[in-house]
């Protein structure tokens, strides 16, 4: 697929989806051939499947659990600022959150 | 010096109050990075000068920002605590309160609506280390939630009026807090597992932001109703 065609399906801008591709194409995620042409690559598949199967942890298992605790009178800030502390502590990095 | 001139200020209080009055307002982090005082010496002091009127806070989230105050721009010249001068500390509201409570002050205030009690049937009541119990004593006292009294080598701890009317609210909250930590905690692995393929937090945040505000829909069309 071109550029042009990534535009016309995402309806995202061409300055957002050329760093975007080449990120993506460093990461191995996908790849450029000849005529400007982008294909995903075997990585960049198993990768996007991870990530609907992450979504799909979220909002099955983990979403239904948390609304109960919003149930309870207590603030998405409160139960997000938990969240961070702990993912960052049970994986060793921040998340989501730009440094400093 | 005699009481009538006031109270010598101790080299704490010069160490904190210069620093607020050079620096500006800063939170306790701040204050304990430039003075380099211990916890609980700071911890002591920010409350004896609060108490005194020197210095006062305000809610920032869920850190206090301590500012300086005129009486305490005032004692820094002297050196002395000016009896007298017009105490300017703001009241917290109930929710605000509610905010800045720990779960072992919650665990004091339950503990207390049963009635008075000594610091070692409040230790008993909550199973709380002597140490955690008087310090959220010390803090409940400075939020104006619990009054002490001595009788004899015992002292006793009571809720104020202020302290009966949000008792009930305060220790809900708090363990409605805790009831979600557990929930968390029970979810931890997958919300992990998911991160790590990739997921931003960011859409849970969304989905309960969006819950968040249909209950309070719900919530106020209930009491509109009513």
Known sequence: MTVADLNKATGIPNHILYPTLLVLTSKGYAAREEGNLYRITPEGEAALRGLEEGERILREEVIPQLKRAIELGVSTDYIMQMIHQKVWRAIGRRIGRRAG | ?226
């Open chain 2, 1 to 226: 010096m005699s009481e009538k001139g006031g109270r010598p200020l101790r080299p704490s209080d010069y160490a904190v109050l210069n620093a607020l009055r050079f620096l500006g307002p800063m939170s306790y982090q701040e204050i304990k990075r430039l003075t380099n005082l211990p916890r609980g010496k700071l911890y002591d002091t920010l409350l004896r000068l609060r108490d005194s009127g020197l210095i006062s806070f305000e809610l920032r989230g869920r850190s206090k920002i301590y500012h300086l105050t005129e009486a305490g721009r005032v004692a820094l010249e002297k050196g002395v605590i000016v009896s007298g001068f017009p105490q300017v500390e703001r009241k917290l509201s109930t929710e605000e309160l509610i905010k800045v409570l720990t779960p072992s002050d919650a665990a004091v205030i339950k503990a207390l609506t049963e009635g008075p009690k000594s610091t070692q049937e409040i230790k008993e009541a909550t199973g709380l280390k002597g140490l955690h119990v008087n310090l959220a004593l010390q803090r409940l006292r400075s939020f104006g939630l619990v009054a002490s009294e001595r009788k004899g080598v015992m002292q006793y701890h009571s809720l104020t009026e202020e302290g009966k009317a949000i008792a009930e609210s305060a220790v809900k909250a708090v363990e409605a807090k805790l009831e979600a930590e557990r929930i968390v905690e029970g979810v931890l692995d997958r919300i992990v597992e998911a991160v790590r393929l990739g997921v931003s937090l960011g859409v849970i945040k969304r989905e309960l932001k969006r819950y968040e505000l249909e209950l309070k829909e719900r919530k106020n069309q209930e009491t509109a109703k009513n």
